[in-house]
């Protein structure tokens, strides 16, 4: 059997956490920081991920007290540095842990995956094998709080059934069986723990004992007095409303792409015409074309619906429209950007160089993954173009195996110098100082510049500015 730290105090719940990705690392250090009103840590935390070399990788950082991910937000290093001293952290890659365990939180990854015509497919197997290993050694009464975003539905008709299967093959009480849904609404960036902590959060069970004492660990973790939770009537509401979350969001973002078009097309800035719109409160979160939606989660949960209306609940005829072409629209926004790069050095890629600012999928993080930057450096280099990038967050891109500059390279040399994420260092660059070859290209495809920058850039003369939505 497995033994505990010895830091770890045996009158404190012991909270495991599944998975110690973007998600699961940061809530596993807001678990660890949760007090109660003596300021003493309430719960012993164990992070769990898979026994390979990524997973034994995040295990070791969490035990040398240091945190798996590139990051810049201070709370998250301060958290990290208390739950160490304070020796209520601890991380294995063993499943045995799970036995320990009186609340697991799931925080893995459920993927999609992508069929031939690049349809999308829901990919269950792994994370039913996560479901089937808590149901074979978690004890009665333990509550599994499940964070991973997923198919509505899946609570109900998948989690709960393969974990009192479970418990019936073991002999165990399967009333005992406790299951609640909080979806996460983490933003890894400079606020990257207050996005769990200091955040609001909806949650469910799938009785009242689990919603019960979800509620209870909740309030314990997050500050609720200032965010109030919200509890929906059952988990398949609750995993309805972060997928439309998501899927609100990147429709919303879609739905922008043709604007910016046209707004170049005819000459206008369309930057100007949205803050005009959002002056009114009805429109306020109205979204702004830019280089295109990256990320784990706004790439895939608006096909959760769809996938989960037809494969969970065989529902026909339930196409969700917007929610699919969404996601298309976003995938090939990236291409916009090189069709008009293209167009402006001539119509031909083959042999220009081009300077790329910025390969994560947004601003202030150095996750990589579904990052627009991929699409459209993945094309370029096809057209024949060479392709030079840098970030300051991002030291490997497993996904190009292309070398990323952390510092800012000389300007000249290139016929394209092009922008595509808000990294704060972009605003440093002084346009009125910088060597320049006449005739290069300045494209700003994410509206990363601000207005003086670009004025700076239209006063030199020999440099040619262009922008999405401008
Ligand atoms: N990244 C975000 O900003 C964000 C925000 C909100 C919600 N989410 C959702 O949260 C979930 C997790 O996202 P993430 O970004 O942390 O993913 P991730 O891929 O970074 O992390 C998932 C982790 O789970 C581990 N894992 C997989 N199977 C396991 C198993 N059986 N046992 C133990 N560990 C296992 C993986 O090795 C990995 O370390 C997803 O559903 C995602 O959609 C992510």
Not at 255 to 266: C, K, V
Not at 397 to 422: H, R, Y
Request: aromatic share 8%; glycine share 6%.
């Amino acid at each position: 059997m497995l033994s505990l730290p010895k830091t770890f105090m045996p009158d404190r719940k012991v909270v495991c956490i599944q998975g110690l990705g973007f998600v699961g690392a940061a809530m596993a250090l807001a678990v660890a920081n949760a007090k109660d009103a003596k300021g003493q840590p309430l719960y012993n935390v164990i992070g769990v991920d898979v026994p390979n070399e990524a997973g034994h990788r995040k295990v070791m950082s969490i035990n040398n007290g240091e945190f798996p991910f590139e990051n810049n937000d201070r709370k998250i290093q301060q958290a990290q540095k208390e739950a160490f001293v304070n020796g209520n952290i601890w991380a294995v890659a063993d499943d045995r842990v799970f036995a320990l365990a009186d609340i697991v939180v799931v925080d893995i990854n459920l993927d999609i995956k992508y069929g031939e015509k690049d349809e999308p497919i829901l990919d269950l197997v792994l994370f039913k094998e996560a479901m089937r290993t808590l149901g074979s050694y978690i004890k009665e009464g333990t509550l599994v709080i499940v964070e991973t975003t997923v198919p509505p539905g899946t609570c109900e008709k998948i989690v709960k059934p393969i974990i009192v299967n479970e418990f019936i093959r073991r002999g165990l009480n399967s009333d005992k069986v406790l299951i609640a849904h909080s979806y996460e609404r983490v933003m890894p960036g400079e606020n990257y723990f207050d996005s769990i902590v200091n955040f609001w959060r909806v949650y469910s069970g799938i009785n009242k004992e689990s919603a019960d004492q979800c509620q209870t660990f909740l309030e314990n973790v997050i500050r609720t007095d200032k965010y109030p939770l919200v509890r929906l009537q059952g988990t398949t509401s609750t995993e309805i409303a972060k997928v439309l979350e998501n899927s609100y969001r990147a429709v919303n973002i879609a739905f922008m792409e043709e604007w910016g078009r046209f707004a170049e097309e005819i000459g206008v800035d369309l930057f100007e015409i949205i803050d005009a719109v959002r002056m009114r409160p009805t429109h306020s979160n109205m979204r702004q074309p830019g280089f295109g939606v990256g990320g784990y989660c706004l790439t895939k949960d608006p096909y959760f619906a769809p996938l989960a209306a037809k494969e969970i609940f065989k529902l026909d005829g339930m196409e969700f429209v917007f929610s699919t072409n969404a996601v298309r629209i976003n995938n090939v926004m990236p291409l916009v950007s090189l069709n008009k790069i293209e167009k402006l050095l001539g119509n031909n890629l083959k042999g220009k160089n081009l300077l790329v600012l910025g390969v994560s999928y947004r601003q202030d993080v150095g996750d990589t993954r579904y990052s627009p930057t991929e699409i459209f450096v993945r094309e370029a280099l096809e057209r024949g173009a060479r392709v030079v990038c840098q970030d300051p967050l991002v030291s490997d891109w497993i996904e190009m195996n292309l070398p990323v500059l952390s510092k800012m390279p000389d300007f000249c040399g290139f016929d394209a110098i092009v922008f595509t994420v808000q990294h704060k260092e972009y605003l440093d660059i002084d346009f009125q100082k910088v060597d320049l070859d006449d005739g290069t290209l300045i494209f700003d495809a994410n509206c990363v510049l601000e207005k003086e920058q670009r004025q700076a850039i239209k006063n030199r003369g020999r440099i040619i500015l262009a922008s999405i939505g401008r």
